[in-house]
């Protein structure tokens, strides 16, 4: 069986997010994955990332609207919008650009850009 495309992994990878389903995000990265919140956090490894999938500091499953995917070598750039619930804030819109860095044919870095929309 051949192995998925880097773009089939990340649209599992922001399908996972749409769902709250650890294990199929999970499945997309290497063990040592690192991925860099900007301005924010930055996680390391399989278990932090886990951690952050469902942040405590929000409700429910995001929703995201990938609108455009750019693929260069190792890496894929994703763009869209997005919504969600903050416990705090209740629900907020966002851009967001994620540049994924692949290694062995998995994510091996998450560099994420988030903006809030009004």
């Known amino acids: 069986m051949s192995r998925p495309s880097q773009r089939d992994l990340v649209a599992e990878y922001f399908a996972g997010f749409r ?5 199929r995000i999970l499945a997309t990265l290497t063990e040592d994955v690192e991925w860099v919140i900007h301005g924010h956090r930055t ?4 278990a932090e990332f886990d951690g952050e999938i469902e942040n405590p500091a929000f409700t429910g499953s ?10 260069d070598g190792p890496v894929v750039v994703a763009t869209g919008e997005g919504r969600g619930v903050s416990v705090d804030h209740g629900p907020f819109r966002f851009a967001f650009n994620d540049l994924f860095t692949f290694r062995d044919g998995l994510i091996a870095r998450v560099d994420s850009y988030v903006v809030p929309l009004p």
């Open 19 to 23: 769902a709250s389903d650890h294990r």
């Open 43 to 46: 996680t390391r490894g399989r």
């Open 62 to 71: 995001p929703r995201l609207d990938v609108q455009r995917v750019h693929e």
